[in-house]
């Protein structure tokens, strides 16, 4: 059998970082990522990106040495992607702050509104229902994030962090102060608006969960196979006839439900906010479905039915 | 519409000679008359029956009013040379000029800066609003800056212009305008003529030299000019509540323009350095040929 040797070279300076020779024709990126740290073991696998071109695309960790457009000596281009940090770890931070940052405000510790109102209680129902389905959504996502979720990636750009905790924390701090404020006013409709919202609310809650439960189901265990998502029993997935990314239409629409119920602006802001990020990853996916399937179904749309 | 323009270097000796046709509509000529002894009248001064010139309350301003279409081109060159562009280019750079003129002859009429501002505001809101056009310039590379830099500087200038010095009146008359005012009209006198120069492909040394230096010092002075006008205004700010929203309201959401003016004059520092060392960086690329490896992604 013959083995091949792979040289790998900075992308930027050229620089010869390190020869290895003998390596099976059979050896995945993977393994040569992990063959590399051993001679710099600053770069740990998750921060190294290989390349056939300094400029060209990324080689995925299940690339096959011999499968690859090279000789039997290989050059391979490296590039530093920067300190990195888990998916999962990120998901959890940014997804814990929110519940409990929520719950300060809710309980009215001291030295955020007058002293008077130290650990009161609001009179109004809607406050209470507010606090719960705001936790409700959060405690979902981070028992999503912990058994339902199957990441493509292992790991994002540590600065990333920083960027997601600052979005959702301040957000929430910001939602939070108003709702549970003193002077709060209760909707203009009562209770009419309430329930109609808290209706929208759930429903958009067990239609996110239902995607994500179907998104799962797509993806074995371990496996990155992608796939094209189709409806299932789950009336909830009937979305997928119409929207390539049926999570962010609920998830927006339950947004808008809490909005509505609480009649708060800053709720119907950050609402606005994710939805335009929302759209930005739909799209995203959505001409990434079109490019890797000929036959993806041309009714859909990224994330609003017919229009966007 | 046909626009009749002279090339900038041959204007030298006269004041900016310039006829343009504007839209049908457009409310008149905007034209600078060579000197010839007396004092050149220029849109914005009124010549008056003693021939000294006072300031125009008014002023008429039609070459505004062209058409800014422009065709993308490549940012490395400036080529083609777009008539527009050039005639853009001497538009902005004249109605700087017109300002500082403005300014000047105010001060040695009048000996004072009060009511300094009250004469060019008008000129000043309008050209400054324009300067959105900036932004457009950069997204379609007509402008080598980037976005992202422009826009931060255009809307720091229009939150002065709008939202500080035209919203608190008391504050007109303070030293600190007229500080930021001069900054601003030299800085953008200098940016546009290095600007209209560079699409004449005749760049004097001088213009180069000057847009790459003269910021060392207009930059702090502009910004101290800038944050000692939202300072002396934070009072008045705090005794009116102006633009401020209380609780309770039916929408649940409370704006008290007083911290926002705290935060916007915090947000200085971290913004103002890395526009100044941006800035610095550039000049020593153009004028000391360093290669400046940037930090990519």
């Not at chain 1, 992990?34 to 390349?51: G, I, V």
């Not at chain 1, 290989?74 to 590039?79: E, I, K, V």
């Not at chain 2, 900036?134 to 200038?157: D, Y």
């Not at chain 2, 900054?183 to 600007?195: L, Q």
């Amino acid at each position: 059998m013959k083995h091949y040797e792979v040289e790998i070279l900075d992308a930027k300076t050229r620089e010869k970082l390190c020869f290895l020779d003998k390596v099976e024709p059979q050896a995945t990126i993977a393994e040569i990522k992990n063959l590399f740290t051993k001679s710099h073991p600053q770069w740990y696998p998750a921060r190294q990106s290989l390349r056939l071109d300094p400029k060209g695309k990324s080689l995925k960790d299940e690339d096959v040495l011999q499968k690859l457009p090279v000789g039997t000596t290989a050059t391979l281009y490296f590039r530093d992607l920067g300190a990195q940090i888990s998916w999962v770890t990120v998901f959890l931070t940014e997804y814990a702050g929110p519940l409990f940052i929520y719950l300060l405000f809710y309980f009215r510790v001291p030295f955020i509104y007058g002293h008077r109102y130290d650990f009161t209680s609001s009179r109004h129902t809607v406050v209470h229902l507010a606090c719960i389905c705001h936790s409700f959504h959060y405690v979902k996502r981070l028992l999503e994030t912990l058994f339902v979720h199957r990441f493509s990636h292992g790991t994002m750009p540590l600065r990333n962090i920083f960027k997601n905790c600052t979005y959702y924390w301040g957000f929430a701090a910001w939602m939070a102060y108003y709702i549970n404020h003193p002077l709060y006013t209760p909707p203009t409709y009562g209770a009419q608006q309430v329930k109609l919202a808290l209706a929208i609310f759930v429903i958009c809650q067990l239609g996110n969960f239902s995607i994500h439960m179907a998104l799962r189901d797509l993806r074995p265990a371990g496996s990155k196979t992608r796939k094209i998502p189709y409806p299932t029993k789950n009336p909830f997935t009937w979305l997928f006839l119409l929207v390539s990314c049926p999570n962010y239409t609920y998830e927006v629409g339950s947004w808008i439900g809490f909005a509505i119920m609480t009649q708060c602006l800053p709720v119907a802001l950050f609402s606005l906010v994710g939805f335009t990020q929302m759209t930005i990853w739909a799209k995203g996916k959505h001409c990434s479905y079109l490019k890797e399937f000929r036959d993806y179904p041309p009714l859909r749309m990224p994330i609003i039915p017919f229009l966007l | 519409m046909g626009s009749l323009f002279l090339p900038f270097g041959a204007l030298s000796d006269r004041f900016l000679c310039m006829g343009m046709t504007p839209y049908p509509g457009a409310p008149g000529l905007v034209s600078l008359w060579p000197s010839s002894g007396c004092p050149p009248p220029v849109a914005g001064l009124r010549l008056q029956d003693n021939g000294l010139t006072r300031p125009n309350k008014q002023l008429a301003f039609g070459s505004e009013h062209f058409s800014f279409f422009f065709f993308c081109f490549s940012t490395d060159t400036f080529e083609p040379i777009c008539v527009k562009c050039l005639v853009l280019g001497q538009v902005r750079d004249r109605r700087w000029l017109v300002l500082a003129i403005a300014m000047v002859r105010f001060y040695m009429e009048k000996g004072t800066h009060k009511g300094l501002y009250k004469s060019v505001q008008k000129t000043l809101k309008f050209f400054q609003t324009f300067a959105l056009l900036e932004i457009v310039h950069c997204l379609i590379g007509i402008v080598p800056t980037s976005v992202i830099v422009a826009g931060v500087q255009v809307s720091s200038r229009i939150f002065m212009v709008w939202l500080v010095t035209h919203s608190i009146k008391p504050i007109q008359n303070e030293e600190s305008v007229v500080l930021f005012l001069v900054s601003w009209t030299v800085t953008e006198i200098t940016r546009y003529s290095f600007y209209t120069f560079s699409l004449l492909d005749h760049l004097p040394y001088f213009i180069k030299w000057a847009r790459y230096n003269f910021f060392i010092i207009l930059y702090p002075v502009g910004v101290a000019g800038e944050l000692l006008t939202i300072y002396a205004a934070l009072p008045y700010v705090k005794k009116t509540g102006m633009f401020s929203i209380r609780l309770p309201n039916k929408y649940n959401i409370s704006f008290d323009y007083y911290y926002f003016l705290l935060i916007t004059m915090a947000s200085y520092i971290p913004l103002f350095p890395q526009l100044y060392f941006h800035m610095l960086r550039q000049r020593r690329k153009v004028l000391h040929g360093e290669v400046i490896v940037e930090k990519d992604d």
